[in-house]
């Protein structure tokens, strides 16, 4: 009877500890790539905003070169 | 599928900027109405043609004043048009990006959007012109320095300094190249008892209008209504008259980029003097501001080589690029 009340409080404070770790887990990688989604979004929008990508939009309209730096 | 449209509704001219084709149009901001149907007669040049000389049933008005909208239908009714000169129909509901000053209040803004919508578009998102300005003007934004812009346009002047892609400091009034023309009518009717019309205004402006003495500082003969007689006369005006006319909000446009460069950051500071500020929009082009600011702010001042244009070609690369551009949208920032 002991030995039956130990084995079900060992298995049920290892499942709670799995689904614990299971939790945190899942909450750091998503934090993670919410990071990394903040990083691709600030990259894209400079990169937008480079001379390169200006070229089409601006340039065709301007054909003075870009100003000196 | 219609093409999405990027339009700088200025107090001025209207512009618009098609995906793909450039700029498709440019036009005063002007519209006549017949004012007992309410029928719309003419726009764009046609109508700025008829402004001060029209019969009493006629009213060529500019629907928006110091960057706003002054009346709401007219001004619907204006971007209706526009959108479908440009090809826009029923069926076809593009996007569009519209520039408006940076100091819109929320109810302003909310009637821009309100009105593109309603004219046919099926998103409207707005862009500061500053913001719009620096792209258009081709400056290096997406670096790390400092970008000063001075946008002055019909009814505002907007100095913003712009770093990695976003405003870093900003200051606008509602004082443009109209008060400009308003200031020389004020003078004329004090100086000379001479009524003009803002058209002849704007014409001396342009003609001898200065913010610094110059080289090529001149006289013009001008005709208007003589206010005691009620004949036409006709006076001579020299440029330092104008010069002395003008001298209000010129000053409050300067007093403004003083403002702007005491906000910005030390760090930032310093790259104006090497690089300077940039100026654009039509107001610009007064003959001696740049030098005037340059002189009051001892900091360089350079001209873009398209004045007019720069602000609806930054709006139009946002549209080119509207999912990576989309967080310098007034709305995503609020």
């Known amino acids: 009877m002991i030995a039956m009340s130990f084995i079900t409080s060992f298995f049920t404070f290892m499942a709670v500890v799995s689904g614990g770790t299971l939790l945190v887990l899942v909450y750091l990688d998503n934090r993670k790539s919410r990071i990394d989604d903040g990083i691709a979004q600030f990259r894209r929008h400079i990169d937008a905003l480079s001379p390169e990508a200006r070229r089409n939009s601006v340039h065709h309209n301007n054909s003075d070169d870009r100003w000196s730096r | 599928m219609a093409r999405d449209l990027a339009i700088d509704l200025g107090t001025a001219n209207t512009l618009v900027y098609m995906k793909g084709r450039g700029i498709v149009l440019n036009e005063p901001s002007v519209i006549a109405v017949n004012r007992q149907s309410g029928e719309v007669l003419a726009t764009g040049h046609e109508a700025w043609d008829m402004i001060g000389r029209t019969p009493s049933y006629i009213v060529a008005v500019r629907p928006l004043r110091g960057g706003a909208i002054t009346d709401f239908d007219i001004t619907e009714r204006m971007i209706r048009l526009l959108l479908q000169r440009v090809g826009v129909s029923r069926f076809t509901r593009p996007k569009v990006v519209i520039c408006v000053p940076s100091a819109i209040t929320e109810v302003e803004r909310r009637a821009v959007t309100d009105a593109t919508r309603r004219a046919g578009a099926s998103d409207a998102q707005l862009i500061e012109q500053p913001m719009a300005a620096?792209?258009?003007?081709?400056?290096?934004?997406?670096?790390?320095?400092?970008?000063?812009?001075?946008?002055?346009?019909?009814?505002?002047?907007?100095?913003?300094?712009?770093?990695?892609?976003?405003?870093?400091?900003?200051?606008?009034?509602?004082?443009?190249?109209?008060?400009?023309?308003?200031?020389?009518?004020?003078?004329?009717?004090?100086?000379?008892?001479?009524?003009?019309?803002?058209?002849?205004?704007?014409?001396?402006?342009?003609?001898?209008?200065?913010?610094e003495p110059g080289p090529d500082d001149r006289s013009a003969d001008i005709r208007g209504r003589d206010l005691v007689t009620g004949l036409p006369k006709t006076v001579r005006l020299t440029a330092e008259e104008v010069r002395f006319a003008i001298d209000e909000p010129v000053a409050a446009m300067v007093l403004s980029v003083k403002r702007c460069l005491?906000?910005?950051?030390?760090?930032?500071?310093?790259?104006f003097l090497a690089r300077g500020m940039y100026l654009v929009g039509g107001g610009g082009m007064l003959r001696g501001l740049a030098q005037r600011i340059q002189r009051e702010t001892q900091v360089p001042v350079k001209m873009s080589p398209q004045p007019l244009e720069a602000v609806v070609l930054g709006a139009g690369h946002c549209i080119e690029n509207y999912q990576a551009l989309r967080g310098m949208f007034m709305g995503a920032r609020r």
């Open chain 2, 262 to 271: 005491a906000k910005a950051p030390p760090e930032l500071a310093q790259d």
């Open chain 2, 134 to 211: 620096a792209i258009g003007a081709n400056l290096p934004i997406d670096e790390p320095v400092g970008n000063m812009v001075i946008d002055i346009g019909g009814g505002t002047t907007e100095t913003a300094v712009i770093s990695l892609g976003g405003v870093v400091a900003l200051e606008a009034i509602r004082v443009g190249s109209f008060d400009i023309d308003a200031a020389i009518q004020n003078y004329v009717r004090r100086e000379h008892g001479v009524a003009i019309g803002e058209r002849t205004a704007e014409e001396i402006k342009i003609q001898i209008g200065s913010a």
